[in-house]
């Protein structure tokens, strides 16, 4: 078992570019997913004991890319291109969250990057039941499309095994245990290495004290099995 100590969620790029102008130096770089996911893991670790030890687990987006690398892919294909600016490829990479997180805190602990395939984050939970680091950070971003960049999202969870209120909700919230069973049959999902992790935190945030078991939506799965999210919330 574990406790949810702290969560965040980003959505709007200005907001971490004007709020957060240091941090920006370091992201403006790199593609929307990943802005917002690690500008939503920056906002937990505040809330962290010791973070270059936590273990950290990202979630690679389903809709990679960004505009400025598919422009440069269309010039290539067209034969117009003349040259490329180096860190459009960084967009490609699955697990660049991870490294830029992991760089910026010093961290030396476990970490596993999870890519690109609806309901990692689900994995990404029964991972962070199953780690004996006394905390672990899981975190990811997504955007409606790759090439037009619409939509974009970040979402970052602090887990630690020492009891405490949630940072924002001033209650202990526990993760029990996941359940998985075998669909019926396929379901339709929906891409997004973000959206399950938003939607399942809404409906935490206004559960009244006890045990809740979470049914993960068919469409924030992976489409194969029936999820189940055990919590006990104080």
């Not at 399942?200 to 004290?209: R, V």
Request: aromatic share 6%; net charge negative; hydrophobic share 45%.
């Amino acid at each position: 078992m574990t406790w949810l100590v702290a969560s965040a969620e980003r959505t709007e790029i200005g907001a971490v570019r004007d709020g957060a102008p240091a941090l920006w130096r370091e992201l403006r770089r790199y593609n929307a997913p990943v802005q917002l996911a690690v500008a939503a893991a920056h906002e937990v670790v505040a809330h962290a004991r010791l973070p270059a030890e936590a273990a950290l687990v990202s979630l690679a987006p389903c809709q990679a890319g960004s505009p400025d690398l598919h422009r440069w892919v269309r010039a290539v294909e067209e034969g117009s291109a003349q040259r490329m600016n180096p860190t459009h490829t960084l967009h490609s990479v699955d697990n660049l969250g991870l490294s830029v997180l992991a760089i910026a805190l010093g961290n030396h602990a476990w970490g596993l990057g999870l890519g690109g395939a609806p309901g990692m984050f689900w994995v990404a939970l029964e991972l962070t039941c199953e780690r004996s680091e006394p905390e672990v950070i899981v975190f990811g971003g997504d955007q409606g499309s790759g090439y037009d960049g619409t939509d974009p999202e970040g979402v970052a969870l602090l887990f630690s095994r020492e009891p405490a209120p949630h940072a924002s909700l001033g209650r202990t919230v526990k993760l029990v245990g996941i359940e998985r069973r075998r669909a019926t049959g396929p379901r339709a999902v929906i891409a997004n290495a973000a959206a399950g992790a938003r939607s399942m935190l809404a409906i935490l945030g206004d559960q009244p004290p006890g045990e809740l078991a979470y049914r993960v939506p068919a469409m924030h799965g992976d489409g194969i099995d029936d999820l189940v999210v055990t919590w006990e919330l104080g």
